[in-house]
């Protein structure tokens, strides 16, 4: 895939005749394949028809690669066979687990980040990259939870399972806002520390507080346009690795498409002056 | 709280086990993890991602009883049943049965079978995508021996027999925001649903009618079928029945029957 990748978006049923219209240059679409895993109908046409047009991100929310077990072999099969036929520019997934002996629990769950998780993770991703043909992309998720027993910092943790697997890796700049603020560390320190060089993709979100502690527990709701404080993160970090595939990422209180163009654009800008500056 | 001394998968089964419980200790390994106020956050998530796909997935349900009604009941599903695999589409396969012996629930007896045909929608709606029948294949109805052929039904036909409500009725006039008013006849009903295209159609069926798609969807012939349609209502229609079931693309292929 050669097609150069600017700033994408969160594709929705609601916006899926605006998507097939839509011809600004450098788009694309991202959507969670375990929506799309069905044998046949509407669904998979819809998409197939998107891709005729777009490129297209499989980002997926249910491999459970922190789960001590091995993938779903059936989930595997399904995510296979979606991106032989889709081929997306990109599949991702998240530095978490959510089925587990035999229930899919649906939210993107911690773990403390021993030795022997990190083993175990490494050995899920290289399984699913040995089952795809091809690298995916792994996201640091959003935290909530203080957890004892962590032998690792996340950015190090991911740098070694990239360093293992030869995976690449997904920074959400959101859940890096969200995470730094619950559990009090400096979000501008974390970005600094990512392996930039391994990244094949970036997320923006907006967030919200918790209805009961407001701003003492933010939650990565994917509900609101990207916070001022996000953006600036994401500016420093372009500024320090070169532009990278972007994402608008929405999954609620959904805007119209044209409201997501508009923050889409503003990401494109700053993807520009970076693109401009590494030059 | 020493989960790190066991093993991811013990920290793994404490944290499943603390996620489902509403009310009650968490286990111990884990007690001091799920008292911290993020705990909720992960909680609230599974739960609200289990009742917005069933909310989803039952729409017609939810019309006829309210949100309120429907995220209460779908809290206490979730409550016990998680989803067994992550397309949460497809989620609550057995929302009727849990209906049927839902205690508040018990003053709307049609409410399951309405289930049932929200439960056909979906399922027709994601469903493999198959031609129908040929008009080559359509000419062996007429020109071969009954007990010979088997009508194979199509991927996506879905038909439910609701014996003492009239489901499909009370279903087909609230699955969309329909204008259809006026009495009900208050009897059993059965309901087809298929996808030819890409759109899910649905149109009445009688007990023969589902009997005699039963019959097929085991293997059984033609003639089986035909027969197995009789032995339910002795006046049936047979020829009006099959031409109603092919004109509704409920048949992907007509095979030689092969008597197991």
């Known amino acids: 895939m050669t097609t150069f990748l600017t700033a994408g978006l ?13 011809s600004a240059a450098g788009l694309w679409f991202e959507v969670h394949p375990e929506n799309c895993m069905v044998e046949g109908g509407p669904r998979l046409a819809w998409l197939e028809a998107v891709r005729q047009r777009h490129p297209l991100s499989l980002h997926g929310v249910a491999l459970s690669l922190a789960a001590d077990a091995r993938p779903d072999p059936a989930h595997l099969l399904r995510l296979s066979g979606l991106v032989r036929r889709l081929e997306p520019a990109l599949v991702s997934e998240h530095l978490s687990w959510s089925s587990w002996r035999g229930a899919y629990h649906p939210d ?4 403390p980040r021993t030795t022997q ?4 993770i490494a050995d899920n991703i290289s399984r699913t990259q040995d089952s795809l043909k091809r690298r995916i992309a792994i996201e640091n998720p959003a935290h909530y939870l203080h957890i004892e027993g962590h032998e690792h910092e996340e950015t190090a943790f991911l740098a070694e399972l990239v360093r293992r697997t030869g995976c690449g890796l997904l920074l959400d700049v959101n859940n890096v806002h969200v995470s730094a603020r619950n559990m009090g560390f400096a979000a501008q320190d974390y970005i600094n520390a990512f392996p930039g060089d391994h990244v094949m993709e ?8 918790d209805p009961n502690l407001g701003e003492a527990l933010l939650i990565d709701s994917h509900d609101a346009p990207v916070a001022p404080a996000v953006w600036t993160l994401y500016e420093c970090l372009i500024r320090r690795i070169g532009p990278r595939p972007t994402l608008i990422e929405r999954d609620d209180s959904l805007p119209s498409f044209d409201e997501l ?3 889409r654009r503003h990401a494109s800008t700053l993807l520009g002056a970076a693109l401009a500056q590494a030059a | 709280m020493n ?15 603390a996620l489902r419980l509403d009310a009650g200790s968490p286990p111990p390994a884990i007690a001091a993890l799920a008292r911290q106020p993020g705990f909720q956050v992960y909680r609230n998530t599974v739960a609200r991602s289990c009742i917005d796909a069933l909310q989803a997935n039952y729409p017609t349900i939810n019309r006829l009883v309210g949100d309120e009604w429907m995220r209460a009941a779908a809290a206490v599903y979730a409550g016990s049943t998680l989803p067994d695999r992550p397309m949460l589409l497809a989620y609550g396969a057995d929302f009727a049965d849990f209906l049927r012996h839902f205690e508040p629930a018990a003053s709307l007896p049609y409410l399951p079978d309405v289930a049932r045909l929200d439960r056909c929608w979906t399922e027709a709606h994601i469903a493999a995508t198959e031609a129908g029948l040929n008009h080559g294949e359509l000419g062996m109805l007429s020109g071969s ?30 699955r969309a925001a329909g204008t259809e008013t006026g009495d009900i006849d208050w009897h059993g009903e059965g309901a087809l649903l298929t996808r030819p295209q890409d759109h899910v159609t649905w149109r009445a069926l009688d007990f023969a009618g589902c009997v005699f798609l039963d019959c097929c969807k085991n293997s059984g012939s033609v003639a089986d079928a035909a027969q197995a349609a009789l032995d339910a209502d002795v006046n049936a229609d047979l020829g009006r029945m099959i031409t109603t079931l092919l004109e509704a693309g409920a048949f992907s292929r007509i095979e030689h029957y092969r008597q197991s």
């Open chain 2, 145 to 174: 021996r009954l007990d010979r052929l088997r009508l194979v039904p199509h991927a996506s036909a879905r038909w439910h027999w609701s014996g003492e409500q009239p489901a499909y009725t009370i279903w087909s006039r609230n």
């Open chain 1, 108 to 111: 993107l769950l911690p773990f």
């Open chain 2, 3 to 17: 989960i790190v001394a066991g093993s991811l998968a013990n920290f793994q089964d404490a944290f499943a086990a």
């Open chain 1, 117 to 120: 998780a990190l083993l175990r």
């Open chain 1, 261 to 263: 163009m508009r923050e």
């Open chain 1, 10 to 22: 969160s594709l929705k049923p609601q916006h899926f005749d605006a998507a097939l219209e839509c």
């Open chain 1, 202 to 209: 970036i997320h923006l979100a907006g967030h919200s507080q």
